[in-house]
């Protein structure tokens, strides 16, 4: 659009002219004016600072301080541009930083030399004294004029330390003093602890121990007050005090703990007893006063080495230090006592007992935040014949049963060990667990359950005893089905001169579920029944072929009144529709059941072939009519897509049942491809490029997965058939959850994409076409992200690494490689470069290159190595280290996917793990270098919390109108570039695209040309 005021072309209503027109002012110093002309002519975009003159009498709360400087409140405050009213507007009361000069000389030479222009708010005179002032932003001490820490915008590190310094303490001891200053110069943040020499009499309460202390320390250590800005004391708190026992390694020992905020093993200070002189560290509470170890858990002083009962072998404790390591902090495994079970009982020979445990298991009360123990508790002990095997068996328990481990005993007698479990763990007789029916339960199960049975032949009764026997806990229940159960038999084929036909059992098969056999997953099950037999031929030849049936699946045994054939049942074998064998019984696969089409039949036939589990997606044709309530929610250049009801839905494998069944009324998403009547390559290997890898498997578990093909019988277009995303695209997502998108889920989402487009690196593939708008997720709102939730589509232009077209270049420009754009083939770090860009999405919310035009110009910029700027406080330094090396102009400089894989691994385990957890997983020590991970991140934190107003979210969503985000055809912008890697800066002028005057200049040229012609 053009300025009203200047006729030039603007973007987002402003115009540098508009600071023309911020109303008359004059310092009455010719000189002042000139600088202050000079510096607003610096202002090239509306995020610019506007440096002006300042009446004094705006500013209240002037208080004067050291080195001519003054703390004050702007009473207007400063200005900034809103972009909605795309007018000026103030900030009221804003704080900030007076500079007092007596010469005007000296301001000017200051403001020129001295300061960083985005520090300085303007200038000011009082008006009594004629002084000057230099206005600074609220980030300099107004005691020594220093700026504060980077760590933190208000604590001032020289002048803390010259205030401990001032105070009249000495500890006697030169060496220990300079250790105390050593410590003290160590501060990098506000939150670091203040360690300092402790006089012996602030301590109360002393209770002496074997080897800590407890006490309260009656100030209290010092600790910042955010709100009044200055340390104060945190009275009456409770430490621990450690006496030194060699006063020569006192230093090392000191320097052994840390004042650091983000470590654990913090230390307060150091004192001195005045009768014994011996030196005390004084030390956070947080060690146990029995042993003096830290505490296990440090919110409810929980010492796992003092509570657990250990039995004083070397060997079992050993054994318990172990099973301890691998259990929860909260669960506890221990050593105890066989004199504390009181009712033993015998509930299997030589090999289970109850009994009553008289001072119970370890339990951790919520409301008191103590753990205490549950007395006269009923439990089981299970006899363990070898102790070296305990560790193996506590962890098959773990893992196939809820059941609680509370430790280990022996009988001072037998000398046998046991396992002490929570009594639930023998539920229906002596021998039953959780896990199976002992024999004898189960026979009397079947005989009380199944009473449909057949009376008339014993040798059938005793075959089906024999079967269910033979069956495991989870397998079909082999049975009597009595005839009548069926419905719709229909004769399908002879085999071998037997008939086979297919029926409706209407009650159906039995599964097993938690100690008992249910049917109501099966009622009106399709089967297959297969004559054998009359009652006159059972022999031992017909017993054992039921026994050793092993074409498929058999449910039981039943008879015909008619004819009084036996038959057996079976599983569904025959397509209903041919009466063909199916050609994959598990999937009910047949040929019938294909398109038609040799192309589409072909690929049906590779994608089911790539089933490797009955957790993979089995890929099919499904007739358009089998969609319901389809609705158009998007539209591309290639392809529009459709949200659907699939009325039968996708195959997946029922454990319970096991066998295939259908997930009915699934919502789903249709691609259909545009003038796709024609089978291509293209489609074809976009298809082939989605997954169909069940979600919660570890492979392809962040690539978007693909149900089947059909066709649109109406403009016979071809329709991939897709899972549904609920969220939608990242872009918009994103958009939508911003306030609540914090580091660790960015972090987590970012994990997430880059391992999905390592799985397509993997195949020797490139995507081709990776930015934000083809990345899915399945979820709506932030605290839901899992694993299992964002995914990769769009897998249209992605293809083999050596078979890659580059004629036509396709994508959205911001996201393309610069070495793609001037024509050279795609790559796997022509990917790596895209992510690039979609870290810088995630760390900013923002578009890369949102504020400019998507043309020629920013091609060639590119081209030239410009960037989307960094905002260092909005993104953590070792972030925008690995995003830096992504958008590397030489492709050979951009890391893999995987290095991008363990290097965001390594940033969320250091922000979010302490070193207890960090070690566990990581397996290394939390060192420094993680401290300062962490310490980025969680500044970044801060930043993004403070910038969640209306006026950013408007500065982030602001794009150019001529900035897209969708994928198009690049040619037409980049047929001029030149095709060497290196662009001859003699020859073409490289241009900061961030400048704003270029963008200005080269739309007046674009206006201009448009007036002539």
């Not at 600088?35 to 202002?43: A, D, H, S, T």
């Not at 933190?152 to 105390?180: A, E, F």
């Not at 082939?688 to 277009?717: E, F, H, V, W």
Request: proline residues 3%.
């Amino acid at each position: 659009m053009e300025c009203e005021k200047c006729g030039i072309f603007i973007h987002f209503g402003w115009c540098k002219c508009q600071i023309n027109h911020l109303g008359d002012w004059t310092s009455g110093n010719k000189r002042i004016d000139n600088l202050i002309q000079e510096v607003q002519l610096k202002i090239k975009s509306c995020n610019d600072i506007i440096f002006e003159w300042i009446p004094y009498s705006q500013f209240d709360n002037i208080k004067e301080s050291k080195n001519g400087l003054f703390s004050a409140t702007w009473k207007n405050g400063p200005l900034y541009y809103n972009v909605l009213e795309k007018v000026y507007m103030r900030n009221p009361n804003k704080n900030i930083v007076l500079k007092a000069s007596y010469d005007y000389i000296n301001i000017i030479i200051e403001v020129k030399s001295s300061y960083r222009f985005g520090d300085l708010h303007g200038i000011s005179q009082d008006p009594i004294t004629k002084d000057y002032f230099i206005v600074l932003k609220n980030k300099y001490c107004v005691t020594c004029g220093k700026k504060y820490m980077i760590t933190d915008d208000d604590l001032c590190k020289p002048c803390l330390i010259s205030d401990l310094d001032s105070k009249n303490w000495t500890s006697g001891n030169v060496k220990i003093d300079n250790l105390i200053q050593e410590m003290q110069l160590k501060i990098s943040s506000r939150k670091d602890t203040i360690f300092e020499l402790i006089p012996y009499s602030q301590f109360d309460e002393i209770m002496f121990m074997s080897k800590l202390c407890l006490a309260i320390w009656k100030n209290g250590p010092l600790y910042f007050d955010v709100n009044e800005k200055k340390f104060t004391r945190n009275e009456r708190k409770k430490v621990a005090l450690k006496y030194v026992l060699n006063i020569q390694n006192i230093s090392d020992e000191v320097k052994s703990y840390s004042i650091y905020h983000d470590m654990d093993n913090k230390i307060l200070g150091i004192s001195q007893n005045p009768d014994t002189k011996d030196y005390i560290f004084v030390l956070e509470d947080v060690y146990c006063l029995r042993c003096t170890k830290k505490y296990t858990i440090k919110d409810t002083k929980w010492c796992s080495t003092c509570k657990i009962q250990y039995s004083g072998n070397a060997i079992i404790d050993d054994l318990i230090q172990k099973i301890q390591s691998k259990i929860g902090s909260y669960e506890t495994f221990e050593w105890i006592p066989y004199d504390q079970f009181d009712e033993i009982k015998e509930i299997e020979k030589g090999k289970v007992y109850s009994a009553l445990w008289k001072n119970g298991s370890l339990h951790y009360d919520d409301n008191k935040n103590e753990y205490k123990r549950i007395q006269n508790e009923n439990i089981a002990l299970k006899c363990i014949y070898n102790l070296h095997s305990i560790i193996n068996e506590f962890s098959k328990m773990k893992n196939h049963s809820d059941c609680k481990i509370y430790g280990i005993s022996q009988n001072p007698d037998t000398e046998d060990y046991f396992m002490v479990l929570e009594i639930g763990y023998y539920k229906d007789c002596d021998q039953c667990t959780d896990d199976n029916l002992c024999e004898l339960c189960r026979i009397n199960y079947f005989k009380k359950s199944f009473t449909d049975c057949n009376n008339e032949n014993e040798k059938i009764d005793n075959l089906i005893v024999e079967m269910q026997l033979k069956n495991r806990h989870n397998d079909i229940v082999f049975e009597w089905v009595p005839y009548n159960r069926f419905n719709n038999i229909k004769e399908m084929n002879e085999c071998d001169f037997t008939n086979i036909y297919s029926a409706v059992w209407e009650n159906g098969p039995s599964y097993y579920s938690k100690n008992k056999y249910i049917r109501n997953k099966n009622k009106n099950k399709r089967v297959n029944l297969k004559d054998i037999y009359k009652p006159q031929d059972i022999t031992n030849e017909f017993l054992h072929e039921v026994k050793n049936y092993s074409d498929c699946k058999m449910y039981g045994i039943s008879q015909n009144p008619d004819t009084k054939d036996y038959i057996i049942i079976f599983e569904d074998t025959y397509c209903e529709k041919c009466n063909k064998k199916y050609t994959d019984i598990n999937i009910k696969s047949c040929p019938c059941h294909y398109n038609g089409n040799d192309v589409i039949d072909k690929l049906i036939g590779e994608m089911q072939l790539k089933i490797n589990s009955h957790d993979d997606i089995v890929f099919e044709w499904v007739p358009y009519n089998r969609f319901d309530n389809i609705k158009e929610i998007g539209k591309g250049g290639f392809a529009t897509v459709y949200s659907a009801i699939w009325r039968n839905g996708p195959l997946y494998y029922d454990n319970n049942i096991r066998e295939y069944a259908r997930i009915r009324d699934k919502k789903i998403a249709l691609k259909c491809l545009h003038n796709s009547q024609n089978i291509s390559n293209k489609f074809l290997n976009e298809v082939k490029a989605y997954s169909t890898k069940k979600y919660d498997n570890y492979i392809d578990n962040n690539i978007l997965k693909i149900y089947g093909i059909s066709q649109n019988p109406n403009t016979k277009d071809y329709i991939m058939i897709l899972d549904y995303a609920e969220g939608g695209n990242f872009d918009h997502w994103t958009n939508k959850n911003y306030r609540n998108f914090d580091w660790s889920y960015k972090l987590t989402t970012l994990w997430n994409i880059v391992k999905g487009l390592k799985e397509i690196h993997q195949r020797q593939m490139v995507h081709n076409d990776f930015h934000t708008g083809n990345i899915l997720l399945n979820v709506l709102f932030v605290n839901n992200i899992n694993d299992n939730s964002i995914y990769i589509s769009d897998m249209g232009l992605c293809g083999k690494v050596d078979d890659i077209n580059q004629n036509n270049i396709y994508g959205v420009m911001p996201y393309v490689a610069p070495e793609i754009l001037k024509g050279k083939l795609y790559t796997q770090a022509a990917d790596i470069y895209s992510f690039g860009m979609i870290m810088y999405f995630v760390g900013t919310g923002k578009q890369p290159f949102s504020n400019y035009a998507h043309d020629k110009y920013l091609a060639l910029n590119i081209c030239n190595g410009i960037r989307p700027e960094i905002n260092e406080p909005e993104i953590p330094k070792c972030y925008g280290d690995l995003m830096r090396k992504c958008w590397d102009s030489n492709p050979d400089n951009r890391p893999k996917a995987t290095e991008i894989l363990e290097s965001i691994d390594l940033f969320f385990y250091s922000y979010k793990y302490d070193k207890f957890a960090f070690k566990r997983i990581v397996k290394i020590k939390k060192e420094r270098r993680h401290y300062e991970i962490e310490n980025q991140f969680k500044e970044a934190e801060e930043y993004r919390k403070s910038h969640l107003t209306p006026l950013d979210e408007i500065r982030r969503l602001t794009t150019h109108p001529q900035a897209f985000y969708t994928s198009r055809l690049l040619n037409p912008f980049t047929k001029d570039l030149p095709k060497d890697d290196i662009i001859c800066n003699n020859s073409l002028e490289v241009i900061d695209f961030t400048d704003d005057e270029y963008i200005e200049r080269d739309l007046e040229k674009q206006f201009r040309l448009k007036l002539a012609t």
